[in-house]
Antibody, heavy 125, light 107 residues
Framework: EVQLVQSGAEVKKPGESLKISCKGS????????IGWVRQMPGKGLEWMGI????????RYSPSFQGQVTISADKSISTAYLQWSSLKASDTAMYYC??????????????????WGKGTTVTVSS | SYVLTQPPSVSVAPGKTARITCGGN??????VHWYQQKPGQAPVLVIY???DRPSGIPERFSGSNSGNTATLTISRVEAGDEADYYC??????????FGGGTKLTVL
């Protein structure tokens, strides 16, 4: 069974650092892009960025570039999302999702076919 | 950046057909994917590549995409279909883009 297992809920103070994880199983971890999606309380989904564990190629949404770092350790089939200095506005649910890449009429597209259950991050003084 | 526009809410009676739209500039030239999210749960892919269904998704779910509007259609709506629905595309400048989401209420 293909699954993504995320690390547990975190409660942090502003200014602290944090790294959350997402472990893939049941498929070739290095053959699919894997990424992160933010959902702030009561709000919609926001795409943050993706990484290809095979070669660590990484892409970020302009909204999140410079705010977070996405990485992966292919030896343990795990992707990470990290912050160097958290803000209260980082309080949200964070989902990891496997990205399937397809090819349309002259373009690549990606969709998220497998999701983790989410990691709640609360930042409060 | 590319923007996807969804109605905030759609209401439908059980057994009827629900249509949820997703508007975007020339969205018909892109592949549109749809996700269902029930309260307290992670999103689930229900339609990919405009109109394909992943295994396990009922045939009642279908999709179409043309011009400036993509549509998710849910036939014979059931109480269990009540959820938030999000459209998503891949854009050359923005990469992953989600619509704002539509809350489907089954009356």
């Amino acid at each position: 069974e293909v699954q993504l297992v995320q690390s547990g809920a975190e409660v942090k103070k502003p200014g602290e650092s944090l790294k959350i994880s997402c472990k893939g199983s049941g498929y070739s971890f290095t053959s699919y892009w894997i990424g992160w999606v933010r959902q702030m309380p009561g709000k919609g989904l926001e795409w943050m960025g993706i990484i290809y564990p095979g070669d660590s190629d990484t892409r970020y949404s302009p909204s999140f570039q410079g705010q977070v770092t996405i990485s992966a350790d292919k030896s343990i089939s795990t992707a990470y999302l990290q912050w160097s200095s958290l803000k209260a506005s980082d309080t949200a649910m964070y989902y990891c999702a496997r990205h399937f890449r397809g090819y349309g009429s002259g373009y690549y597209y990606y969709y998220m076919d497998v999701w983790g259950k989410g990691t709640t991050v609360t930042v409060s003084s | 950046s590319y923007v996807l526009t969804q109605p905030p809410s759609v209401s439908v009676a059980p057994g009827k057909t629900a249509r949820i739209t997703c508007g975007g500039n020339n969205i018909g030239s892109k592949s549109v994917h749809w996700y269902q999210q029930k309260p307290g749960q992670a999103p689930v892919l229900v339609i990919y590549y405009d109109s394909d269904r992943p295994s396990g998704i009922p045939e009642r779910f279908s999709g179409s995409n043309s011009g400036n509007t993509a549509t998710l259609t849910i036939s014979r709506v059931e109480a269990g279909d009540e959820a938030d629905y999000y459209c998503q595309v891949w854009d050359s400048s923005s990469d992953g883009v989600f619509g704002g989401g539509t809350k489907l209420t089954v009356l």
